[in-house]
């Protein structure tokens, strides 16, 4: 453990873009296990989303030695009318239709060094921070991180605020050693519906299942994918995830990057040479990421070619020795059909204590009470429809 904590900033895109392959040996060696972690990941983000925001990461150094990293940014915001300035994990922030949904964020830290290296980034934030800061915004942090006990000590005297809003969880299946054992855990209908759809997909014609392994292999793959995804969800009437430009070249960016660099699973399952399902996943540390899909919509609507193309990637993980495959936050009835297994995650708001907080904060207390009053009065024969969960065939 070391005996003392230096802190740097990196303010400078120069200075992020030379820390690649620092960065990345502390993440290999630290107990987070997110894609959404890794320098690939971040840079890209920045590269796409970091007009009007500074960066603000700190470095903790224990003599030359990295040992920690909080990957922050900060802006100002308006809120209610209020302007803030507001310190946030890098890939978070977005505009609703540009949201890339990075799950699993947190700082990232040496083994044994998390007491030190939280206190040092604790210190640094309430009185040593050159930038002054009105509140923290930590998306989508693991509920059991260490970083979330840390932030609550750190943050827990009178000139602060400090709230958690958990999350939906995650849906994460733990994988067996081999196929057959993961077929056993279904449920009787599910391992049946699996075993069955195949043998009717099977009947179609010659069934090939692809992974995408090269970079010449995905500049022909992905803009098929992306047609696959959108054709999907216009079908449903929906727009679909790529209609927004800068999500579109965030994935085509960060999927050659992570291409490269081994860490990018992307699908097709085709049926007589025509692509019918596509999955974009990604893997990092024994774990497997479920992303994103395509469904042609002009198949054959009896045979669930979208689950049969999870399975097939379950399948790969397992074969390739993957521990887990983790479908991402929500809880929708097509991943529960896989498993009931769930993962927590929470949103942390830390606010300065003032006039500005204590203006907001009854602000906040006063439209949610005007929503809860107009829901209440609504009448009884205009009650809101819920539509059905996601259903992926």
């Known amino acids: 453990m070391p005996s003392s904590i230096l802190i740097e900033t990196v303010v400078d895109v120069q200075e992020f873009?030379?820390?690649q392959n620092e960065w990345n040996d502390l993440l290999a060696r630290s107990a987070s296990s997110s894609i959404?972690?890794?320098?690939?990941w971040m840079f890209t983000w920045w590269e796409?989303?970091?007009?009007?925001?500074?960066?603000?990461?700190?470095?903790?150094?224990?003599?030359?030695?990295?040992?920690?990293?909080?990957?922050?940014?900060?802006?100002?915001?308006?809120e209610l009318g209020l302007s803030f300035q507001r310190i946030e994990f890098l890939a978070t922030g977005e505009d609703e239709a540009d949201e890339i949904?990075?799950?699993?964020?947190?700082f990232i830290i040496e083994p044994g060094c998390e007491i030190d290296v939280l206190g040092a980034f604790g210190r640094y934030l309430t009185d040593i921070a050159a930038v002054k800061w009105d509140e923290m915004i930590l998306e989508s942090i693991l509920a059991d991180s260490p970083a979330l006990g840390a932030a609550r000590q750190a943050f827990a005297h009178g000139e602060?605020?400090?709230?958690?809003?958990?999350?939906?969880?995650?849906?994460?299946?733990?994988?067996?050693d081999n196929w057959e054992k993961f077929?056993?855990?279904?449920?009787?209908?599910?391992?049946?519906?699996?075993?069955?759809?195949?043998?009717?997909?099977?009947?179609?014609g010659p069934v090939s299942f692809q992974r995408v392994i090269t970079a010449a292999e995905l500049a022909e793959f992905f803009p098929r994918?992306?047609?696959?995804?959108?054709?999907?969800?216009?079908?449903?009437?929906?727009?679909?995830?790529?209609?927004?430009?800068?999500?579109?070249?965030?994935?085509?960016?960060?999927?050659?990057?992570?291409?490269?660099?081994g860490l990018l699973d992307l699908y097709g399952l085709s049926v007589a040479d025509q692509l019918v399902a596509a999955r974009y996943c990604f893997h990092f540390k024994g774990r497997m990421f479920d992303y994103q899909t395509g469904v042609d919509p002009a198949f054959d609507p009896r045979i669930g070619v979208g689950v049969e193309c999870t399975g097939y990637c379950l399948e790969d993980a397992i074969q390739r020795g993957f521990k887990e495959y983790d479908f991402g936050g929500g809880t929708q009835a097509y991943k529960l059909r896989?498993?009931?297994?769930?993962?927590?995650?929470?949103?942390?708001?830390?606010?300065?204590?003032?006039?500005?907080?204590?203006?907001?904060?009854?602000?906040?207390?006063?439209?949610?009470?005007?929503?809860?009053?107009?829901?209440?009065?609504?009448?009884?024969?205009?009650?809101t429809l819920i539509p059905a969960g996601t259903k992926e065939e």
Not at 36 to 40: Q, S, V, Y
Not at 183 to 204: D, G, Q, T
Not at 342 to 364: D, F, G, H, M, P
Request: charged fraction near 25%; aromatic fraction near 8%; charge should be positive.
């Open 101 to 106: 949904c990075s799950d699993y964020l947190d």
């Open 338 to 383: 896989w498993t009931d297994q769930l993962q927590n995650t929470v949103n942390v708001r830390i606010a300065r204590c003032s006039w500005k907080e204590s203006i907001y904060s009854t602000l906040v207390s006063a439209r949610t009470a005007l929503r809860t009053l107009k829901h209440r009065l609504r009448p009884a024969t205009s009650a």
């Open 160 to 176: 602060y605020r400090f709230s958690e809003q958990s999350r939906t969880p995650s849906v994460v299946i733990r994988l067996p």
């Open 48 to 78: 796409v989303f970091g007009e009007g925001r500074q960066l603000a990461i700190l470095l903790a150094r224990a003599g030359e030695r990295l040992v920690g990293i909080a990957p922050l940014q900060r802006r100002r915001v308006r």
């Open 36 to 40: 959404t972690l890794t320098w690939e």
């Open 225 to 261: 994918f992306i047609d696959l995804h959108q054709r999907w969800w216009l079908s449903r009437g929906k727009p679909g995830c790529f209609a927004s430009p800068r999500f579109t070249v965030f994935h085509q960016q960060v999927s050659r990057r992570l291409c490269d660099c």
């Open 183 to 204: 077929l056993m855990a279904l449920s009787k209908k599910m391992r049946f519906r699996v075993r069955r759809h195949r043998r009717l997909i099977a009947e179609k």
């Open 17 to 19: 873009a030379a820390l």
